[in-house]
C-alpha cells in the first residue's frame, strides 16, 4: 500500500536555511505536494511538482525531488519565525488525480 | 485557488450526538473531498463527494456512520453520526483542481 515517511520534528534558528525530507513509496505518483497547517488552521498549499521533475524554486521555496529513491524535499531559505508549522508531504495516486496521501508531518520549530 | 468557507469551525458535542458539517466553495468544483486528520496525526480520506449521486467512501469509513450530501457543485455536509470520544478529529473539506488540492480551515471537533 501507499506509504509517505517524514522526520517529526525539526528545529532551526531564524536566518538558517530548513531542510524537510520525505520518502513515499508510490513510483506512479503524478504530483507531489508541500502543504503547511499552522496552529489551529487548515492546510495550505505551499507548492507542488509533477513527477518528470526533479526541481522546482518558488522564492525562498526549493522542491528536490529524486524520483529514483522516491525521496522529497523541500528546503526553506532564510527560515523565519512565522515559518513556524507542520509542514506535510503528499502523493497523489495514479487513480485519481486529487487522491492524495500524506505523510506523518514534520513540525518546524524557528528559535529567533 | 478556490475560497473553501467550513462551519462550524470547532464544536463540542456529547456522546451520542450528531454534527453536521457545512462546506461552502466560491465557484462550481467538480471534486469534493472529505478527510479527518486525528489529534497528532495525518490526514486520512473519508470519501469524495459526488454530485448527483452517493459520495464514494475510502476503505473504514462507511455512509451511515459519515453520510454526505452534495447537493449542487459549490456545497457538501458530512455528518458526524452517534459521536463518540474516539471521533474527536479535525474534518477538513476540499476541493481539487486536475493538479491541485485546497482545503478549508476545518472544523475541529472535541466529543465528551
Known amino acids: 500500500g501507499e506509504d509517505v515517511e517524514q522526520s517529526l520534528f525539526l528545529s532551526v534558528r531564524e536566518g538558517d536555511s530548513s531542510v524537510i525530507n520525505c520518502t513515499y513509496t508510490?513510483?506512479?505518483?503524478?504530483?507531489l505536494y508541500w502543504y503547511k497547517q499552522e496552529p489551529g488552521a487548515g492546510l495550505q498549499l505551499l507548492t507542488y511538482i509533477f513527477s518528470n521533475m526533479d526541481m522546482k524554486q518558488d522564492q525562498r521555496l526549493t522542491v528536490l525531488l529524486n524520483k529514483k529513491d522516491k525521496h522529497l524535499s523541500l528546503r526553506i531559505a532564510d527560515t523565519q519565525t512565522g515559518d513556524s508549522a507542520i509542514y506535510f508531504c503528499?502523493?497523489?495516486?495514479?487513480?485519481?488525480?486529487?487522491?492524495?496521501?500524506f505523510g506523518t508531518g514534520t513540525r518546524l520549530l524557528v528559535s529567533p | 485557488s478556490a475560497v473553501i468557507s467550513q462551519k462550524p469551525s470547532r464544536d463540542i458535542c456529547q456522546r451520542g450526538t450528531s454534527l453536521t458539517i457545512q462546506c461552502q466553495v466560491d465557484s462550481q468544483v467538480t471534486m469534493m473531498f472529505w478527510y479527518r486528520q486525528q489529534p497528532g496525526q495525518s490526514l486520512t480520506l473519508i470519501a469524495t463527494a459526488n454530485q448527483g449521486s452517493e459520495a464514494t467512501y475510502e476503505s473504514g469509513f462507511v455512509i451511515d456512520k459519515f453520510p454526505i450530501s452534495r447537493p449542487n457543485l459549490t456545497f457538501s455536509t458530512l455528518t458526524v453520526s452517534n459521536m463518540s470520544p474516539e471521533d474527536s478529529s479535525i474534518y477538513l473539506c476540499s476541493v481539487g483542481t486536475r493538479e491541485k488540492l485546497f482545503f478549508g480551515s476545518g472544523t475541529q471537533l472535541s466529543v465528551l
Open positions: 503528499a502523493e497523489g495516486m495514479n487513480t485519481g488525480f486529487q487522491k492524495l496521501v
Open positions: 508510490d513510483s506512479s505518483s503524478t504530483y
